[in-house]
């Protein structure tokens, strides 16, 4: 089993819709989730920290399920900007010096 | 600005040439990091350096060499390449936080990347 899975997508949406992602993870020690974005040829750039108790920025919302080991995004009101692909990352929670572990990511195209 | 700069930005090279990824982090970060990403698959970790010192290699060929004389540079020196190496290779930054006898990574911030072709 992958450490972080992400189903690839596309996921394509018109303009103005809601979209939501999941993302599972297996190590039930993790610590932190974070969600990141990368446009097409593109460095990955932080989107939003995952919170226990759910956060919001503006159109997007991310919730954490430690119970069933998932992360969600939430985008209200999609806009063409919007269309990249989304990383679900984790940082494990073992001691010992382990890097953030990223998933394979989610596209979403928004369309006119 | 991103904080975190790779050079060159675009490499072709032969499989006997040898070159080097250079990046350097501006944020006072104490850690760093090499991943390589190819064409429709996930990021690749390669390298974490902690503090200068090596701590992870994900059993990357010795044909990729890093290193890193400080915290705010690190090199990945490439030799005698393969085809299938070309893809996207990033280097990012983070805060290392000890918390008692572990440590925490924060998030991490991604330079633009050098893309690389080996012919």
């Known amino acids: 089993r992958k450490e972080v899975e992400q189903d690839p997508g596309p996921f394509n949406v018109p303009e103005g819709a809601t979209v939501a992602f999941n993302c599972t993870y297996s190590?039930?020690?993790?610590?932190?989730f974070f969600w990141y974005r990368q446009d097409c040829r593109k460095e990955p750039k932080l989107l939003m920290s995952?919170?226990?108790s759910g956060n919001e920025d503006g159109r997007f919302t991310a919730q954490l399920n430690r119970a069933s080991q998932y992360i969600s995004l939430l985008i209200r009101d999609s806009k063409l900007s919007d269309s990249a692909t989304y990383l679900c990352?984790?940082?494990?929670?073992?001691?010992?010096?382990?890097?953030?572990?990223f998933g394979s990511g989610t596209r979403l195209q928004v369309q006119p | 600005e991103t904080g975190v700069t790779q050079t060159p930005r675009h490499l072709v090279m032969g499989m006997t040439n040898k070159k080097s990824l250079k990046c350097e982090q501006h944020?006072?970060?104490?850690?760093m990091y090499w991943y390589k990403q190819s064409a429709k698959k996930p990021l690749e970790l390669m390298f974490v350096?902690?503090?200068?010192?090596?701590?992870e290699n994900n059993s990357v060929p010795s044909r990729f060499s890093p290193e890193c004389p400080n915290s705010s540079h690190l090199f990945l020196h490439l030799h005698t390449l393969q085809p299938e190496d070309s893809a996207l290779y990033l280097c990012?930054?983070?805060?290392?936080?000890?918390?008692?006898?572990?440590?925490?990574?924060?998030?991490?911030?991604f330079g633009p990347g050098t893309r690389l072709t080996v012919l």
């Open positions: 995952v919170y226990s």
């Open positions: 350096y902690n503090f200068k010192e090596q701590t």
């Open positions: 944020l006072g970060h104490n850690a």
């Open positions: 990012a930054s983070s805060q290392l936080t000890a918390l008692g006898r572990s440590s925490s990574y924060n998030e991490q911030f």
């Open positions: 990352v984790v940082r494990p929670g073992d001691t010992g010096r382990r890097a953030l572990t």
């Open positions: 190590n039930s020690a993790s610590q932190s």
